[in-house]
């Protein structure tokens, strides 16, 4: 069934808003729960899965790509709501962002409380993810996560806390919209990576730099086949002599590097010899993304057929439009690596 519009796809994978009073809901559960629905704008509903999203695999994730591209080349769909646990749901709303590359509307929602008990937002969230797509102005931000009434960008949304209901931020940018029971609200447009792949190369780790690092656990990665690492620094940008060097023979060998912070929000400039020792800030324009955001998206970059990869160069270039280490609009003040914190 289609309307003179036509449709939008539902897509249930399990997660918190599942857990029903009588055993899992199902995506024409979701359906009916949600607390309003377009008046004329079918709602399809598809069981793509019934996990927690703190069990999805690679293998699930790239499925999901495949069925939202379907959905996106399929010419009477307006767009796809997708109904996700929130362990994972950032890393999720990053890959499909990152492979899918859509510019119709693709809404990840999901509930901080189950659906069987008292208080729970998963009917508001579903309505209110169904109405971004219904409304249409979210299609040219990419995929998007709605939660508690705001419209998170997938590279910039993270998890702020285990069990409360606004838990979803997007740091220092803040939400790229609101929802209201009458209308969609579009604040700002933020910055997308430019990729798109079939498949996700699972050679990338994530590592957090810790006091007293000595890049055991980078070297550790390298020897294990590792193609890409994640490396989450200290402070603004600050990372030891000794993970310097381990990064260097790591970018030697062409093993591409990605760095941002530990700390959640604010700025980050990255020490010069970090920089020339070939490490990549993970900064889209004024964004700088988070550990998770950016192992997805590199594992995307890494991932894409060979003739449609991109270089260690091309990728610093996606992220800051420059060579390794310079950090464009954040470049302000000092550099000397003797200072900070």
Known sequence: MQGARGYIQLLATGGTISI????PLRAKNMIKMARRLPAEIPVRGEDFATIHSSSITIAQIESLSARVRTAMDDDHCLGVVITHGTDTMEETAAALE???????????????????DRGADGPDNVADA??????????????????????????????????????????????VGWVTPSSVEIVRTPMRAALTSTKLDQTVALIRLVAGDTGRLI???????????????????????????ICRRASEAGVIVLTTS?????????????????????????????????RMLLMTA???????RLSGKQLSDLFIGASPGKIGPMEQGGTTESLGE
């Open 20 to 23: 029903g009073p009588d055993g």
């Open 98 to 116: 990152s492979m899918v590359h859509p510019e119709k509307p693709v809404v990840l929602t999901g509930a901080m409380v189950p659906s069987k």
């Open 130 to 175: 169904i109405a971004c797509v219904n409304e249409g102005s979210v299609g040219g931000l990419g995929v998007v996560v709605v939660l508690h009434q705001r419209i998170h960008a997938a590279l910039e949304v993270t998890k702020g806390h285990t069990t409360c209901p606004d838990s979803f931020t997007s740091g220092d940018a803040g939400p």
């Open 219 to 245: 070297e550790l990665a390298l020897n294990d086949g590792y193609r890409g690492l994640v490396v989450e620094c200290m402070g603004a940008g600050n990372v030891p002599a000794p993970v310097i060097e």
């Open 262 to 294: 530990r700390v959640p929000a604010g700025p980050m400039e990255l020490w010069p010899s970090a920089g020339t020792a070939g490490m990549i800030p993970a900064v889209l324009g004024k964004a700088r993304l988070s550990g998770l955001a950016a």
């Open 302 to 308: 890494l991932g894409a057929e060979p003739d449609q």
